[in-house]
């Protein structure tokens, strides 16, 4: 009983370790997705500023820096504005590969994901 | 030390097996039996010590399928990159998405585009700023490069701050509500619970002489 035990605590302690979020500022951009029958986008930064800095999409492409700020429609996408800008089928997949763009479960909210983010009436 | 506690943690595996299934236990003295639970607990402790004793930081980031918001039926999961490929090679850190992003671009590990269009004009601006010098927390020396490698001076100004020195009122209830440093510190770069990096010049000792004295 007494090993038992301490054989559960130990093991309690090694799960709680483990991380269970989204990957720290993941955005979900679902203001007309799935009303529009389609899954919510995930916008991953980790993945991008790897590839383009900060001030590529927000000064060059226009992207506001506040989840849910930006009125992304696929026209606009379509025309080379907003994601369009570099998913053209050049520099990344093109509009028409829907799925790996919205790719988030049902029933998420626009907003920004992972852990240590701040909340409040700033935020969107 | 890595050794010792390699060697602790496979043999523990072993006791702790045992320990659950009697093994051991059935038919010793009491005296033997006192003697395994103290190796059961020693073998508990060891799996518990074991992250920060085996390695300075274990690093790790779930898989696109379980992060909680990709659907996992989705035909992407079977294009898109996973955190881990991508994150493992580059400098660590331990908050945020455990990545030192600004030492991934000064050690040359990623070099990410500064611009699309060819007439953009990458400006970078190498001026610290004090500020808080009137608070009670360290003062925050606040450097202009670091910033001006990933964004543009719109992204900041003068929207969110006044270029003049000393013309900002900063305040850490905004910040934490996600207004200024906090649009991106909390969000995307590295978060408030690492209030030294800001808060990163003592108070008592002189001031750096280069750096410009903000409010």
């Given at each position: ?7 559960l605590?130990a093991l ?9 979020e ?12 799935e ?8 916008f ?16 060059e ?7 849910g700020a ?6 606009d996408?379509?025309?080379g504005?907003f ?11 093109g509009a028409e590969?829907c799925?790996?763009?919205h ?5 998420l ?9 701040t909340?409040?009436?700033?935020r969107w | 030390?890595r050794?010792?506690?390699?060697w ?8 702790v097996?045992?320990?659950v ?9 009491s005296d ?8 059961v ?6 799996l ?10 274990v690093r ?6 379980k992060?909680?918001?990709h ?6 999961l079977e ?17 945020g998405?455990?990545?030192?992003w600004?030492?991934a671009?000064?050690?040359g590990v ?9 007439e ?52 850490m209830?905004r910040?934490l509500?996600?207004?200024?440093c906090?649009v ?8 408030l ?16 002489a280069a ?5």
């Amino acid at each position: 009983m007494f090993a038992r035990l301490v054989i559960l605590v130990a093991l309690g302690a090694a799960l709680a370790a483990a991380p269970a979020e989204a990957e720290y500022a993941d955005v979900v951009l679902n203001n007309r997705s799935e009303k529009e029958g389609v899954r919510a986008v995930i916008f991953s930064h980790w993945f991008h500023r790897i590839r383009f800095r900060c001030k590529v999409c927000h000064d060059e492409l226009g992207f506001k820096m506040r989840a849910g700020a930006n009125d992304v429609r696929m026209v606009d996408i379509s025309n080379g504005k907003f994601c369009g800008m570099c998913h053209n089928g050049q520099i990344a997949w093109g509009a028409e590969r829907c799925d790996l763009c919205h790719s988030g479960r049902s029933g998420l909210k626009s907003r920004i994901h992972g852990g240590h983010e701040t909340l409040g009436p700033g935020r969107w | 030390m890595r050794a010792t506690s390699k060697w602790l943690s496979g043999s523990s595996f072993r006791i702790v097996f045992d320990a659950v299934f009697h093994k051991e236990f059935v038919g010793l003295k009491s005296d033997k039996r006192l003697r395994w639970r103290t190796w059961v607990l020693v073998a508990a402790l060891a799996l518990v010590a074991q992250a920060p004793i085996a390695a300075e930081w274990v690093r790790q980031w779930l898989p696109l399928a379980k992060d909680g918001i990709h659907d996992p039926k989705s035909p992407a999961l079977e294009v898109l990159q996973d955190p881990a490929a991508a994150l493992s090679r580059l400098p660590a850190d331990r908050v945020g998405n455990q990545v030192n992003w600004v030492a991934a671009l000064e050690q040359g590990v990623i070099n990410p585009r500064t611009n699309i269009l060819p007439e953009t004009k990458v400006r970078i601006l190498d001026t610290d700023i004090l500020l808080n010098l009137h608070g009670g927390t360290p003062i925050v020396r606040f450097p202009h490069r670091q910033h001006t490698l990933w964004l543009d001076c719109s992204n900041c100004h003068e929207h969110l701050f006044q270029s003049k020195a000393g013309a900002n009122k900063f305040s850490m209830e905004r910040i934490l509500q996600g207004e200024q440093c906090g649009v991106c510190h909390g969000a995307v770069s590295f978060p408030l619970t690492a209030c030294a990096r800001c808060h990163n010049t003592p108070r008592n000792k002189p001031l750096p002489a280069a750096a410009v004295r903000g409010s």
